[in-house]
């Protein structure tokens, strides 16, 4: 009887110890869980705060630079003509709502500009040519827009920001300047772009001013 009685007793505290210790593991599982969950979270938190901070100095340059703006060049001494118009490739975010993760992304990856471009002589109504350049990703850092296509091999642009008409700084200089202003909020509107064309292995100065 006593042994019997002794057994039961072992049996229940193995039992009793079994039920405790898979309760335990289950919490430290929960635990273990929640931990990696919250790092997850606050990594998550801070890629899209990184993002949203980039995407931001991206549209701060776009909008900047967004319009149209027109110059001139000489060539077999006649005078040219050259605008171009600057549109963003994705509109403006006016909605209040949180972006998520994948958005930003997206945004942040596919925003550029899209440009047309039309030269042509004022005194000969048969002298226009235009292109359209699409997916243009300016440097938002140098000030430095490339206008370089397959669509339009004939002709190549290069633009540096301008603000100053009349500097004598390089416009490379200019460029980042005006650029690193624009980042920073002091500049709302770019109001000239200085550069150069090159067309059939000859190379233009360029200086268009904001229409």
């Not at 229940?12 to 979270?41: H, P, W």
């Not at 006016?94 to 471009?117: A, C, D, F, S, W």
């Amino acid at each position: 009887m006593k042994a019997n009685l002794l057994l039961l007793t072992l049996i229940v505290l193995f039992t009793v110890g079994c039920g405790d210790g898979e309760e335990g593991l289950k919490e430290q599982t929960f635990i273990q869980t929640s931990e990696e969950i919250r790092a997850q979270n606050e990594n998550q938190e801070m890629w899209a705060a990184k993002l949203s901070s980039d995407l931001k100095v991206r549209r701060t340059f776009i909008d900047a630079i967004e319009g149209e703006f027109e110059g001139k060049f000489e060539l077999r001494n006649s005078n040219f003509k050259v605008r171009i118009v600057i549109t963003p490739t994705i509109p403006g975010y006016e909605n209040n709502r949180v972006r998520t993760l994948p958005e930003l992304e997206y945004e942040l990856q596919n925003l550029g500009i899209n440009v047309h471009v039309v030269q042509w002589n004022p005194n000969s109504d048969l002298s226009g040519v235009s292109c359209i350049l699409e997916d243009i990703k300016p440097n938002v850092e140098k000030g430095i827009i490339d206008l370089i296509t397959e669509n339009c091999k004939k002709n190549t642009y290069k633009f540096y920001l301008a603000d100053d008409l009349n500097s004598e700084n390089e416009a490379s200089t200019d460029g980042q300047n005006v650029a690193g202003l624009v980042r920073e909020g002091k500049i709302k509107f770019v109001q000239a772009l200085k550069g150069k064309l090159r067309s059939n292995a000859k190379v233009y100065n360029l200086t268009l001013e904001r229409k």
